[in-house]
């Protein structure tokens, strides 16, 4: 069954028309376009970029999960999906109007996001959406339900290089091998490249990866890198970055930032205090001046063995895990959960605190391994996780938590961050539709 068949009939009108007042407003305002895509790394690519960019012009990014068919077009109209509310719906269509009939303020560069789920979609979106720009992040097994093999999703990806606009600009990951061995065989020679990676292949070169500490309280303060470009090299300090892997967002934003012909020094200043999007591996002060690395957003056994090695090479006096259950693995639940023990070994000084059932499997090898009772802690919900946590912290602790969306790991954060008035702004799940859902047992 192809895509369109499994649509109804509301949503196929639904996107025709979103598509049809997009391309309306592109062709009047032509601001110039930076297509994102990648198995992983879009969003943080994306603010970033929006990071070095936005302090020179006007530019928008999108928002949400507005990455596909009806929300591109929603994010270039400027404005958010009105629901089931047909009030909403005639107020987008209104705001539309005017921009397109009155000569308003619309941005120069649009920053969109564009996922790809299944075969065609990139092919789609880059059918009305001209971009002058792309960013390829990373490769790598997700869909494979519908792309059936990695070289497959690679190609698809590749196609936002191939419809780029006449003498177009993409920036590729080249430390991955897929997008290398795509970038070699490129046939349009009107495009031109920029490479980042820790590859010395690659133009722009990220090497001599440090961790910074607080002079004052030797707490953990982000991370630093040289950039390599051209036989130059420059500090570029990421105060908000634990993950070394989010250098990647940096870099490809260093690449964007060139293009748009902004030097090295505005960039680096620009990226001193880009952030991740919210509940993604955020530092943030924590009570008892302690610091927490507010990774709540999702789980997954790849993405939590990820934070326990950051947690691992980052110096603290003590180090405090605090898991909820990786939900929808399946027949894979127990052994993921499990896993997570011999990860949690090489932590010293660790305590553990477990919230829900499916990680008690965790809690059931560490018993097995004779870990010090007194450093683990079983909890039901996150709240309890969080009160219990409010008790025992010391200063200096730092705190990793992590959990699935359902599990509402948010809500441990927020009992134990400094500044609890600024959660709305500082953790993930803060709109009312979420902060009205009540927490329950998944």
Request: net charge positive; charged share 25%; hydrophobic share 40%.
């Amino acid at each position: 069954m192809t895509k369109q068949n499994d649509k109804s009939k509301k949503i196929i009108f639904l996107e025709k028309t979103l598509r049809f007042m997009a391309v309306l407003l592109l062709k009047k305002y032509k601001p110039k376009i930076i297509g994102i895509t990648g198995s992983v790394g879009k969003t943080s690519s994306k603010e970033a970029i929006y990071a070095v960019l936005a302090g020179h012009f006007y530019v928008r990014k999108t928002e949400k999960n507005y990455n596909n068919e009806i929300g591109l077009p929603l994010a270039i109209i400027g404005v958010e999906s009105g629901g089931k509310s047909i009030l909403k719906w005639s107020g987008i269509f209104l705001k539309w109007l005017a921009f397109l009939i009155l000569p308003l303020k619309y941005p120069k560069i649009l920053i969109l996001e564009m996922g790809a789920d299944r075969p065609g979609d990139i092919g789609y979106l880059t059918s009305f959406i001209p971009c002058e720009a792309s960013i390829i992040t990373e490769i790598s097994e997700s869909h494979l339900e519908y792309f059936k093999t990695v070289d497959k999703i690679a190609q698809e990806k590749w196609k936002m290089v191939e419809n780029l606009i006449p003498n177009g600009f993409s920036a590729v990951n080249l430390d991955n091998q897929k997008i290398k061995k795509l970038k070699e065989q490129n046939k349009r020679e009107d495009i031109t490249f920029l490479t980042f990676g820790f590859s010395p292949e690659a133009d722009i070169c990220a090497t001599d990866v440090l961790y910074n500490y607080s002079n004052e309280s030797g707490g953990i303060k982000g991370l630093s890198f040289k950039l390599n470009y051209k036989g130059t090299s420059i500090p570029i300090r990421l105060n908000n970055i634990l993950a070394k892997h989010n250098i990647y967002a940096a870099l490809s934003a260093i690449a964007v930032g060139l293009y748009f012909k902004l030097n090295l020094v505005e960039i680096s200043e620009a990226l001193t205090n880009f952030s991740m999007p919210t509940g993604r591996m955020n530092l943030i002060s924590g009570i008892k001046n302690t610091f927490i690395i507010d990774d709540s957003y999702n789980s997954s056994p790849i993405a939590l063995i990820s934070a326990l090695e950051v947690l691992k090479n980052i110096q603290a006096p003590r180090k405090i895990v605090v898991l909820g259950d990786m939900l929808e693995l399946g027949e894979e639940t127990e052994s993921a959960h499990k896993s997570i023990a011999s990860k949690f070994f090489e932590i010293k000084n660790g305590i553990f605190f477990a919230v829900g059932e499916r990680m008690q499997f965790a809690v059931e090898e560490l018993r097995k391994h004779k870990v010090n009772p007194e450093r683990l802690f079983e909890f039901s919900d996150p709240m309890s996780a969080g009160k219990k946590l409010q008790e025992i912290i010391q200063p200096g602790d730092l705190i990793l938590v992590k959990g699935s969306q359902g599990m509402r790991m948010e809500k441990v954060v927020e009992e134990i961050m400094a500044e609890p008035e600024h959660a709305e702004k500082m953790l993930c799940r803060q709109s009312l539709e979420w902060k009205n859902i009540p927490w329950k047992k998944v």
